[in-house]
């Protein structure tokens, strides 16, 4: 991370209306911590306020805080940032801090929070807070609770956190092109008493889709339903880290839909509750077992199980086409259409041209065929057992016994006990019986 204190050239308290000044104090803003990279940052202890055990944010980060007499300060900046999606694509968002998504917001129940926003954007923006409850002019409605946040300048949004939960923060003002844009962010606010609601290992993260064409880095902000990156915390697989938890570890893993449909999100190999929603928490006697859990639009979902399964899990959205980077949906299906006289007329005119899907689309996985610039293939990851064939809303949870409490490395591949892994069957098969 890196501090810019000074970031837009002057004096940060010249930035200030002077009734801002005068409700927020004349000091100098809170630095506004600029993170570079799209790999998970290890949890943030706090160093002052109230304890709590901190949240690990997938493909993300913590924004930093200052005590100042009585009040936790923040800083965001709303500003144009470059988001690698997996490794040979980026796209050219807006977001908070140098990311999208925004850094999560880290506090606890009582605190009494000021979040100052500067918008480097070249447009009016606002923050809304959602699922907070709070005074109706913080809830960040541009023209409805609160003036539009002008180019240039910072508002700053003071209220008490009065209800531990999950909650999100994205903007209320020209949302349709900011959210597609990718400006959101998450917020944990932790339960007053530290043992309360206590797991071991606690991630976040949001969903998001966007519409990118081939070999462009912008989205397509009019886009309503076909997008064709479907991304966790603007990260498509094999983009994604996986989530590190120890054997007999109680693991909480809370989520946010931003997209424009729903998403039943699936985990294999464990069973699981639904412990929290944007609401609150689900009282024990509400909460059943499943492996899926739908996600509306705008909602948040905490689920919380015990990784007593070692192995790699798949975790991912239960949608085929959300598993999918870059996917073309105007495609013919060409299953058991023979191609290879046309191939080779192809070739003539298109070089490097390559037949698919005569025999199914497995074969995506594998091939290298030539992509445009700044394109992901629709299908890729390397497993240990070959190609795995997704994209988009998939990762893995790797469970392993020996982590150290704090250790969010990635473990490497599992292995597996002699014995336990599906194998060729080789044996003649029996003759059918006649009748």
């Not at 991370?1 to 100098?28: D, E, I, K, P």
């Not at 805080?65 to 807006?94: C, D, I, Q, S, Y």
């Not at 409605?141 to 946040?149: E, K, T």
């Not at 002699?418 to 060729?424: I, N, P, R, S, Y």
């Amino acid at each position: 991370m890196v501090s810019r204190r000074n970031f837009l050239g002057q004096s940060a308290a010249a930035m200030l209306g002077a009734a801002m000044v005068s409700r927020a104090g004349a000091a100098a803003l809170p630095d506004a911590p600029l993170q570079s990279s799209a790999a998970t940052q290890a949890p943030l202890m706090p160093a002052n306020g109230r304890p709590y055990q901190p949240v690990v944010t997938l493909n993300g980060w913590t924004l930093p805080w200052r005590m100042r007499n009585g009040w936790k300060e923040f800083h965001l900046v709303a500003e144009p940032v470059e988001r690698e999606l997996a490794p040979g694509m980026t796209a050219h968002l807006w977001g908070y801090n140098g990311q999208s998504p925004g850094p999560t917001i880290e506090c606890v129940e009582g605190d009494r929070v000021r979040i100052f926003v500067t918008n480097k954007l070249p447009e009016h923006t606002t923050v809304h807070w959602h699922g907070v409850i709070l005074p109706a002019g913080m809830d960040g409605v541009g023209g409805l609770s609160q003036p539009h946040i002008p180019p240039g300048k910072t508002f700053v949004y003071e209220f008490e956190m009065r209800h531990a939960g999950t909650f999100m923060y994205h903007p209320h003002s020209d949302e349709m092109v900011q959210m597609a844009m990718g400006m959101m962010g998450f917020i944990v606010v932790h339960p007053r008493n530290p043992a309360a609601m206590r797991v071991d290992r606690d991630f976040v993260f949001l969903i998001a889709a966007f519409d990118i064409d081939p070999g462009s880095y912008t989205p397509r902000v009019a886009e309503m339903t076909d997008f064709n990156m479907w991304t966790w915390n603007s990260r498509v697989f094999p983009g994604i880290d996986a989530l590190p938890v120890r054997l007999g570890d109680r693991v909480r893993i809370r989520m946010g839909n931003l997209t424009m449909t729903n998403h039943p999100i699936h985990l294999h190999g464990h069973r699981f509750e639904v412990t929290g929603t944007d609401g609150g928490w689900v009282p024990p006697s509400a909460r059943w077992p499943e492996v899926t859990t739908d996600i509306a639009v705008g909602q948040m979902r905490a689920i919380e199980f015990v990784a007593d399964n070692p192995g790699d899990w798949a975790f991912h959205c239960h949608k085929s086409h959300h598993t999918m980077n870059a996917m073309g949906h105007n495609l013919p299906t060409m299953i058991g259409v023979k191609q290879k006289d046309l191939a080779s007329r192809m070739n003539a005119l298109v070089p490097d041209y390559m037949p698919m899907g005569e025999a199914g689309m497995a074969d995506m996985g594998a091939m290298e065929m030539p992509l445009p610039d700044n394109t992901l293939p629709m299908m890729s990851g390397q497993g240990p057992f070959g190609p795995i064939e997704m994209g988009g809303m998939f990762t893995t949870l790797k469970v392993r016994a020996g982590l150290a409490p704090n250790d969010y490395r990635d473990p490497g591949w599992y292995r597996h006990p002699a014995g336990t892994v599906a194998f060729e069957h080789t044996e003649p098969a029996p003759r059918p019986p006649r009748r």
